[in-house]
């Protein structure tokens, strides 16, 4: 049997690490056997990836050199970790995926959708998620709650205009690529999004059982 791969998506801050793993919890609860695992990141390789693009000293790290490193991580994450899982029938959890760099660097970046596709299609080799859910929330609110708290990495420190870049880049992005996508509310309360994060996940294991 196959899994299924659920990615959470959103601006930093909207509250999907924390839903992700109350969603955990919920699985463990139902004797459903998962994992969790986040992006860049999930592996041994892709987590030395990830303290590399996040480091605030690497200022002159290029648009372009972004890109490939998440699109390295990512490949890595699918081969070694996300594809076995679904493989052996787990779901899998997964904190962002390739639409946050087609938001985040063919947006945010100027590098163009088609293009940071093209380098992330290659890496992943048609590993897609069964369900996307985007946690829709004003990204000025998260991301001044998220660095006031932490400071922030590389990425958080770049200010509000890039990520409101970052943010209408999702929304033409949804509308581009509507599949699978299921939209929340973070606005809500934690308990609420947890809700809202169940129902549409039990909504595709119905669609995938009928």
């Not at 793993?21 to 992006?39: M, P, Q, V």
């Not at 987590?47 to 699109?71: F, G």
């Not at 594809?83 to 946050?100: M, N, T, W």
């Not at 990425?155 to 992005?173: A, R, S």
Request: glycine share 8%; proline share 3%.
């Amino acid at each position: 049997m196959t899994g299924l791969f659920i990615a959470l998506e959103g601006p930093d801050g909207s509250g999907k690490s924390t839903i992700t793993s109350l969603l955990a919890e919920y699985f463990k609860e139902k004797g459903i056997d998962h994992i969790i695992t986040r992006e860049p990141g999930g592996t041994k390789i892709g987590e030395a990836i990830r303290k590399l693009i996040l480091d605030t000293s690497n200022t002159e790290m290029c648009p372009e050199t972004e890109a490939l490193l998440y699109a390295a991580s990512r490949g890595q994450h699918v081969h070694e970790k996300i594809l076995p899982a679904l493989q052996e029938g787990k779901i899998v959890l997964c904190d962002r995926f390739v639409l946050s760099s087609l938001a985040y660097q063919g947006v945010g970046r100027d590098l163009g959708i088609e293009e940071v596709k093209a380098i992330n299609d290659f890496a992943i080799k048609e590993v897609y998620p069964d369900l996307i859910l985007f946690f829709h929330v004003d990204p000025e609110i998260t991301l001044r709650r998220k660095t006031r708290k932490i400071g922030g990495d590389r990425l958080e420190k770049e200010g509000n205009q890039f990520h409101n870049k970052v943010y209408n880049g999702y929304m033409d992005l949804i509308k581009l690529y509507p599949k699978n996508i299921k939209l929340i509310d973070a606005s809500k309360s934690i308990e609420e999004v947890l809700a809202q994060s169940i129902a549409a996940i039990e909504e595709k294991l119905r669609e995938r059982e009928g």
